[in-house]
């Protein structure tokens, strides 16, 4: 099945720890080379969704000091399929004023079910909108399902899911930020962990143990009878900025949102 690990080629880092009930599938710990693993992660490129303000370029991702960066900067390119008749918003602008990355897993590794961690940092900024992802391999959007497991943006910290058709039906829980500002006036200037438990029966998400949204499965059936959490999925990590983000105009630019690690564990047989 298209992007599912062979477990006899995976090599387990030292640094992920184990757990009991659980195997480890895969992790990256981003402590080798410069930039993301080729053999595991691929990169979106240009104008992608929801009419988001940055070009999306693999020059924005680097690894450094045991960490992924995905950096977003104030800069302008030019957009190489600019075409000023066009309605497509991809094509009718002649610029992108900002760019940032985009990483995924797609065609590389995907998993059903299982324990999905991780580690990281985001700037909780009006105009950025930092997210931790996973889509179904099958289907269409949103008919092979999303899980949000962070989304940042409009100053609240979501957990999401969505399957169905048209704009999909949402299961959502928006927390806002001034909850997470009370506990460390400094909240977002350290690691966090964002989890999901995913089984046949429920998606469990979780930020520092903590958990915000469950999803029963058994009732996320889309119309043609296809139940888009029970494939596997891929991982996305990215930046976006602007659309849904807001106005980015006072972010002190280039902005950098860090991941230690993923980490994806699996029922022990």
Not at 8 to 31: H, M, N, V
Not at 41 to 52: A, D, H, L, S, T
Not at 106 to 127: D, L, N
Request: aromatic share 14%.
């Amino acid at each position: 099945m298209l992007g599912l690990i062979l477990p006899a080629l995976f090599a387990p880092s030292p640094q992920a720890p184990s757990l009991a009930g659980y195997k480890l599938a895969w992790s990256d710990e981003f402590d080798k080379g410069s930039k993301p693993n080729p053999d595991d992660w691929i990169y979106e490129e240009g104008f992608v969704r929801n009419k988001e303000l940055q070009w999306y370029q693999s020059d924005n991702a680097r690894i450094e000091n045991g960490k992924l960066i995905i950096e977003g900067r104030k800069e302008r390119v030019k957009n190489p399929n600019y075409d000023p008749k066009s309605d497509n918003w991809k094509l009718n602008r002649e610029f992108a004023e900002y760019t940032s990355a985009c990483v995924k897993t797609r065609g590389k590794h995907a998993w059903k079910y299982g324990r999905f961690e991780i580690r990281a940092k985001i700037q909780a900024e009006k105009g950025l909108w930092p997210a931790i992802w996973t889509l179904g391999v099958d289907g269409p959007w949103p008919s092979n399902g999303e899980i949000d497991i962070l989304e940042y943006y409009a100053d609240h910290i979501l957990a999401n899911t969505a399957y169905g058709t048209g704009g999909g039906v949402w299961k959502t829980v928006r927390t806002p930020y001034s909850k997470f500002l009370a506990k460390d006036k400094d909240w977002d200037k350290s690691y966090h962990t964002w989890r999901m438990d995913w089984d046949e029966n429920s998606i469990k998400l979780y930020l520092d143990d903590e958990l915000y949204n469950e999803t029963d499965v058994t009732q996320t059936v889309n119309p043609d009878g296809k139940n888009p959490f029970r494939q596997p999925h891929y991982i996305l990590l990215n930046l976006a900025i602007g659309s849904s983000g807001g106005d980015p105009s006072k972010v002190n630019f280039p902005t950098q949102y860090e991941i230690d690690y993923v980490r994806v564990y699996q029922k022990a047989e």
